[in-house]
């Protein structure tokens, strides 16, 4: 008989690795990647966990039910806040899951997603309207980036557009780590959820063709959800369904402007935007960090180590997304790209249930630029652009462009 | 029970989400990247139609024993 050796741990590693100063990955993945796909990482808060690199590895983790998120609710969950969220649907695994899932899935389906993309496009021909009537120059971010995909989730939903002061600032709650003080992030939740409440009240009392009035008849005609959950589940929608979007889209514009070539070609070819759209989602490694770790159910071999029961694991989709054993030059920008299996919406239970009504903003977003501002370029020096710092995206404070 | 649900997956709708294998691991795995279905025929179950209420593609229907679709709804 011989001794196994114990495998040395090295420290666990500060993560996330570097901060977010420019939509680049951090260069540690690729060097993990290739030598050491599973390594140990220390989040600002919460216990240690292990970290995913690999593309293969990153879907396992993500798509396997052997990992689960909602074994986190009882841990030291690893985060980068030093409060606990309230994970609401994020922190279930199926069945109870997918029971509040199915419930709104429906409205967020390629074809009904398609239904809306008419009226995404005057939206959007509207705000460009304004911003040319009033430039050059521009801030993109909040004459375009921002009001385009809160009119179009506000519409959906059924929340007042004319409200967006309120519920804009509250949902940066959702996606902050430290730019706000914890006392402050509790705050805004609580108005949020307040505000939602309220709209639930009124829509019950009489019902609108809306999401919200669709999901209160849910819970008070088939008892399909607590009250609770309903109020979670609208301000997640509200937040989740514009805070990424508001951030994609200075990023990809952002990411097109630095690279003339790629932009003069999407000119040429118009057609291109759907593809475009899905490698912008590859190259842009829009979280900070990754978070929301899987807690393993049983012990998993993954990458070359054992994960054993109870440990969490956190996947890196920007990794994922940038491995040469998946993706041919994977950090080059290439609009034509044929084989783009990117994780950017994440993958599994908890696939990004906006996948589809981003994909269609993004695409009209380009679109409707590409249309009315083809000569659009940055109006300062890349260098003076201002990146967002405490949050769990990476994004720019303004994009100030000129045409 | 003779009554059997029928499963199908269009792999040309499929964007591979893996939001089927992970809902209903008993009844989908992703086979390069594309759903695919364990068993054609299977005995009711609730996951079933959880997976294909969830899929954003439509692109799992089920249909009861007299080939009605029960999921997805229209």
């Not at chain 1, 690893?78 to 899951?97: C, N, S």
């Not at chain 1, 005609?221 to 929608?237: F, M």
């Not at chain 2, 029970?1 to 992703?30: K, N, Y």
Request: glycine share 6%; charged share 25%.
């Amino acid at each position: 008989m011989t001794d196994t050796p114990t495998p040395q741990l090295s420290p666990a590693r500060p993560y996330p690795f570097s901060p977010p100063v420019r939509p680049d990955p951090d260069p540690p993945y690729a060097q993990l990647r290739r030598t050491q796909p599973m390594v140990r990482v220390q989040l600002p808060y919460g216990e240690e966990a292990w970290l995913a690199t690999r593309y293969a590895d990153v879907r396992t983790v993500l798509g396997d039910p052997r990992f689960s998120r909602a074994a986190s609710v009882d841990r030291d969950e690893p985060r980068m806040t030093p409060q606990r969220v309230d994970g609401g649907i994020l922190a279930m695994d199926p069945p109870e899951h997918t029971r509040l899932r199915r419930l709104v899935a429906r409205a967020f389906t390629a074809r009904r997603v398609e239904q809306l993309r008419p009226r995404t496009r005057e939206i959007a021909d509207d705000l460009l309207t304004r911003m040319i009537d009033s430039g050059p120059p521009a801030d993109l971010v909040t004459a375009f980036a921002t009001p385009l995909p809160i009119t179009v989730i506000c519409e959906l939903l059924g929340v007042p557009v004319a409200d967006q002061d309120g519920f804009h600032v509250w949902s940066e709650a959702i996606v902050s780590t430290t730019s706000l003080p914890p006392e402050r992030i509790r705050e805004y939740l609580d108005n949020l959820y307040a505000y939602i409440a309220g709209l639930v009240a009124e829509r019950r009392h009489a019902p609108r063709d809306d999401l919200i009035s669709a999901l209160v008849e849910a819970r008070d005609q088939r008892d399909k959800l607590s009250e609770t959950e309903l109020v979670q589940l609208i301000a997640g929608l509200l937040a989740a369904g514009h805070e990424t979007t508001v951030t994609q889209i200075p990023n990809f514009v952002y990411a097109l402007l630095t690279h003339p070539d790629e932009w003069e070609r999407l000119k040429s070819a118009p057609q291109l935007i759907p593809n475009a759209v899905e490698e912008l989602m590859r190259w842009v490694p829009l979280g900070v960090g990754s978070s929301f770790p899987r807690y393993a159910l049983e012990d998993v071999d993954i990458g070359g180590v054992r994960v054993r029961a109870g440990e969490p694991v956190i996947a890196s989709l920007s990794s994922a997304n940038r491995d040469e054993t998946v993706f041919a030059d994977p950090d080059r920008l290439d609009l034509t790209r044929a084989v783009n299996p990117h994780l950017g919406f994440g993958h599994g239970v908890h696939h990004c249930l906006g996948a589809q009504l981003a994909r269609m903003e993004l695409q009209v977003a380009l679109a409707a630029l590409l249309d009315r501002l083809p000569g659009l370029r940055l109006a300062v020096p890349e260098a003076e652009l201002a990146w967002k710092s405490g949050l769990l995206v990476r994004g720019l404070r303004t994009l100030p462009v000129t045409w | 029970m003779s009554e059997q649900w029928r499963i199908s997956v269009d792999g040309r709708r499929c964007i591979g989400t893996g939001i089927c294998a992970g809902a209903a691991p008993r009844h989908f795995m992703l086979v390069d990247a594309v759903s695919t279905p364990l068993a054609e025929q299977v005995t009711p179950d609730e996951a079933v139609l959880d997976a294909a209420h969830s899929c954003p593609m439509e692109a799992i229907t089920v249909r009861d024993a007299a080939g009605r679709i029960i999921a997805p709804e229209p």
